[in-house]
C-alpha cells in the first residue's frame, strides 16, 4: 500500500510539474509576408526571412528594394528584436516587439529613436516555407 501510495504521489508531482512548466517555443523559421504602416501612415508590405542561430533568431526584411536586418530572441510568447538599416543619411536602428500567436502569425509593434511613434507590423508565414 505504501508503495502504491509513493508511486501516486510521485507520479501527481510530475504531471502538476510538467503541466505549469513553460513549454518550449517552436521553431520560428522561415519566410513570412509582412504588411504594416510607416511613420507616415501609409502601408507597406514585404516578405522576411527568420533564421534561428543558437538560442536566437536572425531576421531579414526587404521591402521594396530596402533590406533591413535584425537580431532577437523569443521569451515568454514574444519575439524580442534590434533592427538597423543603411540610409543615405548613415545607419539607422530600432526595435520591434512581436506576440508569437497560435497560427504561427507574429503581430508586432516597432519605433526607431527619430521618430515620435509606435507603428504596427504582422509577419503572416508563408505556407510551406516554415520550419516545424
Not at 505549469?20 to 501612415?41: E, F, I, K
Not at 529613436?113 to 516554415?130: A, F, H, M, Q, W
Request: proline share 3%; charged share 20%.
Amino acid at each position: 500500500m505504501c508503495r502504491f501510495s509513493l508511486a501516486v504521489l510521485g507520479s501527481l508531482i510530475l504531471l502538476l510539474a510538467t503541466s505549469t512548466a513553460d513549454a518550449a517555443p517552436a521553431d520560428l523559421s522561415g519566410m513570412y509576408r509582412c504588411q504594416g504602416t510607416s511613420d507616415q501612415g501609409t502601408p507597406y508590405s514585404g516578405v522576411v526571412e527568420i533564421k534561428k542561430v543558437r538560442k536566437g533568431y536572425q531576421l531579414t526584411w526587404t521591402v521594396d528594394k530596402t533590406k533591413y536586418a535584425g537580431i532577437g530572441f523569443i521569451h515568454d510568447g514574444y519575439l524580442s528584436v534590434a533592427w538597423t538599416v543603411k540610409t543615405v543619411n548613415g545607419t539607422a536602428i530600432g526595435v520591434l516587439l512581436y506576440k508569437i500567436k497560435d497560427n504561427g502569425t507574429l503581430e508586432g509593434k516597432w519605433t526607431d529613436p527619430s521618430l515620435n511613434g509606435v507603428y504596427d507590423e504582422t509577419l503572416t508565414p508563408i505556407k510551406g516555407d516554415r520550419a516545424t
